[in-house]
């Protein structure tokens, strides 16, 4: 069964009902309702297993339970900047550094549609990884500053580029209100256990008229995705993926509009992006890896051409 792409570093559909509903389902991080089915992808970390949800309110996939601050400071440690393959950290065949700065060839078109809302002003970036595209922002216009949760990128941030970044959680980092024209999240929405109460206090942060631009991976958005979780609900079959559950959030088109517009952003626009064939992670046997390239080109023009079936999103969300 091929498995979609889990994306670079930071960086649904077909699900039939089962018997597997339950009211003592984890309650959803998007309607906080608590009733949810079984979604066929799991994690396993330290010998714990974290099963993916799919709630049967507003569609949303997560993981239950959500990591602990023990296995979050785990996974995130400096392996996960260090490690060069696609079991750990940037999940990919470079370590996260080299990973990242492949990646700058999206810079351009990311903070071009940030530049259609804001072009100037305070640019404050959640989870700046190492710094590239914070450092990026800054030489196109940005006023920057930064956290980020890893002892090593935030340092890296400093040394590399002399960035203002702090190390610190989202969660703990204190709310300056009416401060920010633009706040960045890349590849970070998936990994927050409470994501919507993170984009209400990035709502807080904004000045009137500021943006809150989020990129997620969209797993299972693209043709890959859709017919892996098909096959899998068919074969009454569970993926278990061979990582740690960084991505505690699995988001489509239409539950990240949903999130941003519960967390208070009046008008929100979503943006579907795809990798290149050339660029997509490989992993699984030989089927699966030539199954997922051979998708990916129909999939990569379909979504140049029309917008849809993407597997990155890049949310835009004003707030008014």
Known sequence: MTTPDLQEPKSLSIMPQDSDTTEA????????????????????????????????????VYLAPRPTSREIALMYSDEYFLHDGADFGAHSAQDYETAARLGSVKFPEILGWIKKYQTDGKFFEIGCGMGYFLD???????????IEFAALGANACKEKFGLEVLQSSFEKYPVKENLYTVIFMGDVLEHFNEPLEMLQKAHAMLKSGGIVAAEVPSMFNSITGRLAVAGLNILGKTKKMPMPPYHVNEFTPRTLALMLKTAGFGSVRIVQRIKSPQRITLRGNVFEKTTKKFLQYPNFYITRLAGVLGDRLLAIGIRT
């Open 25 to 60: 389902s984890p309650t959803c991080p998007l309607c906080k309702k608590n009733k949810s089915t079984s979604f066929p992808i799991s994690y396993l970390l330290d010998q714990k297993t974290f099963d993916a949800r799919k709630c049967l309110s507003c569609n949303f």
């Open 136 to 146: 990026y922002a800054r030489q196109h216009g940005f006023e920057v500053s930064g």
